[in-house]
């Protein structure tokens, strides 16, 4: 497994020996503050062959960019941890709460699908309860389903 998450970081412009240890990247990061997210030790372990695609940390990552804009090195750190999350998906790895939002992408082309108040509160503020998305055209989710059936996502998502 080790060589391909280092083939993965190499692929997001990742130089194993780039990164001098300064902790820029987690003093910065916001979701660093109040979760146990620390992107320099998933980094530094993905590099050491350490277990980071079944580590839950990997996904506290909000990708704001904000570690990767102030690394002094150029490192693209947020583009590193989002390849070790593709490739932990199809590892298998996946918290219960993203599988779940893929379901609903699945389901009716929206991570947050639009529940009865919200289209009331949309009403009483002018707006047409139903914005342009997916969830206005049917045709449109159908061949949003299709398309994520004919990419294999249902099954991507699926647990094994």
């Known amino acids: 497994m080790s060589k391909e998450i280092l083939e993965v970081l190499k692929a997001a412009g990742l130089d194993v020996l780039a990164c ?3 902790g820029t990247c987690t003093g910065s990061c916001p979701s660093g503050r109040h979760t146990g997210l620390n ?7 993905a590099r050491k062959d350490r277990v980071v695609l079944s580590d839950e940390d990997l996904w506290l990552c909000t990708t704001c960019y904000t570690c990767q804009e ?13 390849e070790l999350r ?5 590892e298998g790895f996946m918290l219960p709460e993203h599988r779940r939002v893929s379901e609903m992408v699945m389901e009716c082309g929206h991570a947050v699908p639009l529940d009865e108040e919200t ?3 949309r009403e009483e503020l002018g707006l047409d309860p139903i914005p342009e998305t997916v969830q206005k055209y049917p045709e449109a989710l159908k061949q949003i389903q299709t398309l994520l059936k004919t990419c294999k996502f249902d099954e991507l ?4």
């Not at 102030?70 to 989002?82: E, H, V, W």
């Not at 593709?86 to 199809?90: K, Q």
């Not at 998502?157 to 094994?160: G, L, N, P, Q, W």
Request: aromatic content about 0%; glycine content about 2%; charged content about 40%.
């Open 70 to 82: 102030r690394c002094p090195r150029g490192i693209p750190i947020t583009d590193a941890l989002l």
């Open 20 to 22: 001098m240890h300064c």
């Open 39 to 45: 992107t320099r030790r998933i980094l530094r372990d």
């Open 86 to 90: 593709r490739l932990a998906v199809r």
């Open 157 to 160: 998502v699926a647990e094994k």
């Open 119 to 121: 289209k009331k509160k």
